[in-house]
């Protein structure tokens, strides 16, 4: 119990300093802002949840004590209890036959990261209006803030920055969905490579071509497309759900291209060209998301481990 709540009380500090970085207004701060909730997972997964609950609880009260009461909730909120949660899903296991574990499905996780991203982007756009107009309107001011270009002419410089805002102040509430969505896959990915080099991650490494997601996740996706039409707060949060859907069909489209490739020549460099196509560019995450829906409703997957006699995936 004493490893434990050391380990915790070390990764909440770790945490909290990430966290705490976005203080300092360096540029650099927003990605050791992202990766705040990584320590917090390693503790789950090598530890025990215990150990992030403690983790979580100890980084929030330290944030809280130096920055003032109400970081404890938006650390939580946004940090400790996502990253505490998605850990204990992680290490969840039910015996079958055989004497075997069953372990959480991967693919479950990536849609509790995309859930949470969902969840803490739509409380950030919230907070600043409970409706479309209020939304742009302290989203423009706050942008106005910060944002100062310089030109010759003034009047440019004017409609130059009015545009540029006006293009930010529509694309943040989708990139704020995509963002987080990424930004909880990947550490909890980090996680669970860290705890595995050190030999203490004690479920098997998921493959990723096996991933797969309830069929109901296809049906709300469609709902949340279709209600990015309604317009008002209603479509705003609807934006921002699609586009966090989009990044887990994304996720799953890659791994349906992994077994679609296997046995084939030139798999390497077809993989190889993808990734860095949505490394690059991203928008290719597209036709993977459009891949991982064709999978959901025709499996292609099996078929096509049936037409080359290959075993099927699991």
């Known amino acids: 119990m004493t490893q434990i709540v050391l380990i915790g009380v070390g990764a909440g500090a770790a945490s909290a300093l990430l966290f705490a ?7 650099p701060s927003i990605f050791l802002f992202f990766v705040a909730p990584l320590p917090i997972m390693i503790a789950a997964l090598g530890w025990s949840h215990w150990a992030a609950v403690i983790a979580a609880l100890s980084a929030a009260t330290s944030l809280a004590a130096v920055f003032g009461g109400m970081l404890f909730v938006t650390f939580m909120i946004s940090t400790g209890i996502p990253a505490w949660w998605v850990g204990y899903l992680a290490m969840l296991a039910r015996p079958i ?14 849609l509790w990261c995309a859930g949470f991203a969902v969840l803490i982007s739509s409380i950030g756009i919230l907070t600043f209006g409970t409706d479309v107009d209020s939304f742009n309107t302290e989203m423009r001011r706050g ?4 944002i100062q270009f310089r030109a010759d002419n003034p009047s440019a410089a004017k409609t130059n920055q009015a545009q ?37 991650l004690q479920r098997p490494w998921p493959e990723l071509p096996a991933i797969s997601f309830p069929r109901t996740t296809a049906a709300v996706f469609a709902i949340a497309v279709a209600l990015t039409f309604a317009g008002g707060m209603a479509g705003l949060l609807a934006t921002v759900t699609s586009a966090a859907l989009v990044v887990a069909y994304g996720i799953l489209g890659f791994a349906v291209l992994h077994a679609l490739t296997r046995g084939t020549r030139g798999r390497g460099l077809v993989l190889g060209a993808t990734y860095a196509a949505v490394i690059l560019f991203f928008w290719p995450v597209v036709a993977l998301c459009m891949l991982g829906l064709a999978d959901a409703a025709i499996d292609l997957r099996g078929r096509a481990a049936s037409r080359r006699g290959l075993p099927p995936i699991t």
């Open 97 to 110: 036959t055989g004497g075997a574990l069953e372990w959480y499905p991967p693919g479950r996780l990536v």
């Open 164 to 200: 540029f805002i006006d293009f930010l102040v529509a694309v943040i509430p989708s990139a704020a969905g995509v963002l987080a969505t990424i930004a909880n896959v990947i550490n909890l990915w980090l996680a669970a490579r860290i705890v595995k080099f050190s030999g203490r």
């Open 143 to 146: 942008l106005e803030r910060i």
């Open 21 to 27: 970085s976005l203080v300092s207004g360096w540029l």
